[in-house]
């Protein structure tokens, strides 16, 4: 079982730039991928970006691509999420997420949800 507090999510100016931590509790967090979604007012939640359980391997949706960098220390249980040149249409609740072993895209393949924080982005 793993339980995820997401954090630093707030108000900002479009072009500026955000880090989201995600912290996980449990001695096995290094067994789990870990993907970041958002969802905004009236849309459904969707993808932004993976790593795997390593580390090594991330992906990323390609509204965000080039922008945004999703980071893991597994000594530390956090997951981070860089965002940067921030648009308006980034403006969202993002959730990290946690599913055994291997990646995904799929929001219906993670387990572990953590309540979310709101990033909002004026222009």
């Known amino acids: 079982q793993v339980q995820l507090v997401e954090s630093g999510g707030g108000l900002v100016q479009a072009g500026g730039s955000l880090r989201l931590s995600c912290a996980a509790s449990?001695?096995?967090?290094?067994?789990?991928?870990m993907g970041w979604f958002r969802q905004a007012p009236g849309k459904e939640r969707e993808f932004v970006c993976a790593?795997?359980?390593?580390?090594?391997?991330?992906s990323y949706s390609d509204p965000v691509k080039g922008r945004f960098t999703i980071s893991r220390d597994n000594a530390k249980n956090t997951v981070w999420l860089q965002m940067n040149s921030l648009k308006p249409e980034d403006t969202a609740v993002y959730y990290c997420a946690a599913r055994r072993n291997y990646w995904s895209t799929e929001r219906s393949d993670y387990n572990y949800w953590g309540p979310g924080t709101q990033v909002t982005v004026s222009s």
């Open positions: 449990g001695r096995t967090f290094s067994q789990y991928a």
């Open positions: 790593i795997d359980s390593g580390g090594g391997i991330k």
